[in-house]
């Protein structure tokens, strides 16, 4: 099994930055990737970010590209979503996953445990 925990949620101003952070726990080192999604109210969730363990590989769909950059503490067993330049239509929970064996990045089913979530609202 496998915990995991997000934090850095909040209100801030279009154009503003935050950061979320991911704490794992658990049997951690028999994951393979770790993702970022977000489900804004009325959408489906979609996939923001995912990092390899193992290897520094990351992904990002081209909507949060060049603005969001996830990153990892091995030694920390936590991962990070660094949000910058932030929109309101960025206005979402925000949930980190654990995948144990990765067969698509953007494919919540790839992912056997999922965080709580974390409320990220931005104003304009």
């Known amino acids: 099994q496998v915990q995991l925990v997000e934090s850095g949620g909040g209100l801030v101003q279009a154009g503003d930055s935050l950061r979320l952070s991911c704490a794992a726990s658990?049997?951690?080192?028999?994951?393979?990737?770790m993702g970022w999604f977000r489900q804004a109210p009325g959408k489906a969730r979609e996939f923001v970010a995912g990092i390899r363990w193992n290897f520094r590989f990351t992904y990002y769909p081209d909507s949060v590209k060049g603005r969001f950059t996830i990153s990892r503490d091995n030694a920390k067993n936590t991962v990070y979503l660094q949000m910058n330049s932030l929109k309101p239509e960025d206005t979402a929970v925000y949930y980190c996953?654990?995948?144990?064996?990765?067969?698509?990045?953007?494919?919540?089913?790839?992912?056997?445990?999922w965080g709580q979530g974390t409320q990220v609202t931005v104003s304009s």
């Open positions: 658990g049997r951690t080192f028999s994951s393979d990737a």
């Open positions: 996953a654990a995948s144990l064996r990765l067969l698509s990045w953007a494919q919540e089913s790839s992912y056997n445990y």
